[in-house]
């Protein structure tokens, strides 16, 4: 049972390259999300998907545009990479809605440097 | 904004002693609350979740809530150096959105 599965999990990127993040569940899941966390800071919400079909706002979207493809992947793409994106990714998921009190289930993480 | 707040630390407990982690919250609508453990390096991974008033105990777990004071707390018993890790305070909103905070280093003194 992989879970929640991240691509790529390292990645350099030069200011002003754009990429996408991968991020796949193979639980059934409902929610998806991605988070970023830099030393210090715990981990902030960029953007989440309630649903397929759905995706909102969190914390720090700007710089950001997210894809929830289907019910499995949700991608996170960066359109023009500064250093202040410089971070790890952490894809999750829950099966629920949070608001029904369902836990997280994290990815391994990227670990993205722009330089 | 809202905002949930936790001691940075670095929180220095000797081994077999009680570890006190601590969290407060800013949204009074805010309805469930988590504990999360990070290693260094690794992804985290929830240790208690606690929806009412009072304990919830889970082996050497307790985790305390009360809304009223818009707080919450992980005691962690028998302290061992495997405990010795990040702990990440996080709460929901109604809106669906699961808030974390910046996280207490835990360190367990052998």
């Known amino acids: 049972n992989a879970g929640v599965t991240q691509t790529p999990k390292f990645q350099v990127l030069k200011t002003g390259q754009s990429m996408t993040l991968q991020c796949a569940q193979d639980?059934?899941?409902?929610?998806m999300y991605w988070y970023r966390q830099d030393p210090g800071m715990g981990l902030r919400l960029i953007y989440y998907?309630?649903?397929?079909?759905?995706?909102d706002k969190g914390e720090v979207p700007n710089g950001y545009n997210v894809s929830r493809l289907n019910k499995r992947e949700f991608s996170l793409r960066l359109e023009s990479a500064a250093p202040s994106q410089t971070s790890v990714y952490f894809c999750?998921?829950?099966?629920?809605?949070?608001?029904?009190?369902?836990?997280?289930?994290f990815g391994s993480g990227t670990q993205l440097s722009v330089l | 904004q809202k905002e949930v707040e936790q001691n940075s630390g670095p929180l220095s407990v000797p081994e077999g002693a009680i570890a006190s982690l601590n969290c407060t919250y800013s949204?009074?609508?805010?309805?469930?609350f988590f504990w999360y453990r990070q290693y260094s390096g690794k992804s985290p991974e929830l240790i208690m979740s606690?929806?009412?008033?009072g304990d919830k105990e889970d082996g050497r777990f307790t985790a305390q809530l009360n809304k009223a004071s818009q707080y919450v707390s992980l005691l962690i018993r028998d302290s061992q150096p495997s405990d010795s890790a990040t702990y990440l305070c996080?709460?929901?909103?109604?809106?669906?959105?699961?808030?974390f905070g910046k996280g207490t280093r835990l360190h367990i003194l052998p």
């Open positions: 606690i929806y009412s008033n």
């Open positions: 999750a998921s829950s099966e629920f809605r949070a608001a029904t009190n369902e836990k997280l289930f």
């Open positions: 949204d009074r609508v805010s309805q469930s």
């Open positions: 996080a709460v929901n909103n109604p809106d669906d959105k699961i808030i």
């Open positions: 998907s309630a649903s397929e079909g759905t995706t």
């Open positions: 639980m059934n899941h409902n929610s």
